[in-house]
């Protein structure tokens, strides 16, 4: 089995910055082989693909962050970081982290993960 906790939501004015943190706990877990990804759903949407880091080293961006977002791995490798710069009332939802053996073409389907935390709420608001 595999924990995976977020952390680092919050409410931001537009143009702001958030660091979201993603820890996965278990013994289940392995770094080297488990794609890391963001997912994020707002009221009344589907849940949407934001990035993924796939075998800790290669990164993948929806267009709609491509330039604002950055995702990226702590050193203990269990820890996965979304820098969010440039942020708009667009980005409201809830964010939430999943991870398993998807493989790459998969990476943007929600769907198709093992494990997934319980989320954190962005809210971008003047």
């Known amino acids: 089995q595999v924990q995976l906790v977020e952390s680092g939501g919050g409410l931001v004015q537009p143009g702001g910055s958030l660091r979201l943190s993603c820890t996965a706990s278990?013994?289940?877990?392995?770094?080297?082989?488990?794609?890391m990804t963001w997912f994020r759903q707002a009221p009344g949407k589907e849940r949407e693909f934001v990035a993924a880091?796939?075998?800790?080293?290669?990164?993948y961006y929806s267009d709609s962050v491509k330039g604002r977002f950055t995702i990226s791995r702590g050193n203990a490798k269990n820890t996965m970081y979304l820098q969010m710069d440039t942020l708009t009332p667009e980005d409201t939802a809830v964010y939430s982290c999943?991870?398993?053996?998807?493989?790459?073409?998969?990476?943007?389907?929600?769907?198709?993960?093992?494990?997934w935390g319980q989320g954190t709420q962005v809210t971008v608001s003047s």
């Open positions: 278990g013994s289940s877990f392995s770094a080297n082989s488990y794609t």
């Open positions: 880091l796939f075998r800790t080293t290669n990164t």
């Open positions: 999943e991870t398993g053996r998807t493989i790459l073409s998969s990476i943007r389907n929600p769907n198709l993960y093992d494990y």
